[in-house]
């Protein structure tokens, strides 16, 4: 099990850029898949992306494709969603995740969470 703490989050104005950092404790980071999850007000939660163990392998949803990129430091114990030309849709709470399986967190089941960042993005 390891325990997440997400930072970054804020108010920004459509077509701006945001930094979301993860910062894990507990077992070995370096054995864990790491996504990102968002949740908008009304809405089920949804995937956003995820990143491989060494971080050589990265997938994103279509709606982010092109905007966001995930990154990791295995020696900081540290996973990272920069978030590029912002859209109003692109609102939600961001939830960092952790899962010793890739499909688990593809899946929207990984085995721990962080207590959620908000992103408010203005028109």
């Known amino acids: 099990q390891v325990q997440l703490v997400e930072s970054g989050g804020g108010s920004v104005q459509a077509g701006g850029s945001l930094r979301l950092s993860c910062a894990a404790s507990?077992?070995?980071?370096?054995?864990?898949?790491l996504g990102w999850f968002r949740q908008a007000p009304g809405k089920e939660r949804e995937f956003v992306a995820v990143?491989?163990?060494?971080?050589?392998?990265?997938y994103f949803a279509d709606s982010v494709k092109g905007r966001f990129t995930i990154s990791r430091d295995n020696a900081k114990n540290t996973v990272n969603l920069q978030m590029n030309n912002l859209k109003p849709e692109d609102t939600a709470v961001y939830y960092c995740?952790?899962?010793?399986?890739?499909?688990?967190?593809?899946?929207?089941?990984?085995?721990?969470w962080g207590q959620g960042t908000q992103v408010t993005v203005s028109s």
């Open positions: 990143i491989s163990r060494t971080g050589a392998l990265t």
């Open positions: 995740a952790a899962d010793l399986s890739l499909r688990d967190v593809r899946i929207g089941a990984p085995s721990d």
């Open positions: 507990g077992r070995t980071f370096s054995e864990y898949y």
